[in-house]
C-alpha cells in the first residue's frame, strides 16, 4: 500500500471505527482518530492475512471490516488512556474530592 493511500484510508476507517466504537469515543482529538485508523489499517490488514482472507481482485470486504473492528477497538483504548473526564467528584461545600 502507498503512503497517501494508508493516511486516506486511516481517516476513512480511523472515522468508522469512532462511530462504531462503544461508549466515550468523542473524548478523543481527530489526530488520534486519525492514528487509530491508520493504525487500523496497517494492523487489519495483516490481521486479516493471517486469518486466511484471500486478496480479490475487486474489494476487500472482509479486510475492510477487519480494519474498521480493529480501529474501533483502537479508539476505546485511546479514549481510555486520553479520554478527558466530563464531570468532576465533589464532596461538602462543592470541593472537588
Known amino acids: 500500500m ?7 484510508a486511516g481517516i476513512i476507517i480511523g472515522l468508522l471505527g ?14 488520534l482518530t486519525v492514528i487509530c ?14 486469518l486466511g482472507v484471500a486478496a480479490t481482485p475487486g474489494v476487500d470486504w472482509v479486510r475492510w471490516i477487519v480494519s474498521i473492528i ?11 488512556m486520553t479520554g478527558r473526564r466530563r464531570g ?6 462543592g470541593k472537588a474530592i
Open 18 to 31: 469512532k462511530w462504531v466504537a462503544p461508549s466515550n469515543r468523542d473524548n478523543i482529538p481527530l489526530w
Open 70 to 80: 480493529v480501529a474501533a477497538i483502537l479508539v476505546m483504548i485511546a479514549a481510555m
Open 2 to 8: 502507498e503512503i497517501v493511500g494508508v493516511i486516506i
Open 88 to 93: 468532576r467528584l465533589t464532596g461538602k461545600r
Open 37 to 50: 485508523g491508520i493504525g487500523g489499517v496497517l494492523i487489519g490488514y495483516y490481521a486479516a492475512a493471517a
